[in-house]
Nanobody, 121 residues
Framework: VQLQASGGGLVQAGGSLRLSCTAS????????MGWFRQAPGKEREFVAA????????RYTNSVKGRFTISTDNAKNTVDLQMNSLKPEDTAVYYC???????????????WGQGTQVTVSS
């Protein structure tokens, strides 16, 4: 599975951004997709995940109510709509696929390249 992420950028606090990740190759392995992020000097952390049917979504607590993950099976894409952005959301966001969405810790099998999200105060 190859993953191509896009949509990062610079936005003021309270603004919105939409990230997109497109899967190609052996996409039957992309049954779970989502996003991690890594801020400078911090470990990579889970943000959101969705199963391929879109029937199950999972978010880290800090983004609940602000971020929405969705999938478009026809396009093999997963999007992350980020609203009410805060400076603490600033990070490099990484698309991933694979792993068990209901596991205590999601362990991705595949990673896309990161896309920078910067939220100014």
């Amino acid at each position: 599975v190859q993953l191509q992420a896009s949509g990062g950028g610079l936005v003021q606090a309270g603004g919105s951004l939409r990230l997109s990740c497109t899967a190609s190759g052996r996409t039957f392995g992309a049954y779970v997709m989502g996003w991690f992020r890594q801020a400078p000097g911090k470990e990579r952390e889970f943000v959101a995940a969705i199963n391929w049917s879109g029937s199950y979504r999972r978010y880290t607590n800090s983004v609940k109510g602000r971020f929405t993950i969705s999938t478009d099976n026809a396009k093999n894409t997963v999007d992350l709509q980020m609203n009410s952005l805060k400076p603490e959301d600033t990070a490099v966001y990484y698309c991933f696929s694979g792993g068990n969405i209901v596991a205590e810790t999601i362990r991705p099998q595949y990673w896309g390249q990161g896309t920078q999200v910067t939220v100014s105060s």
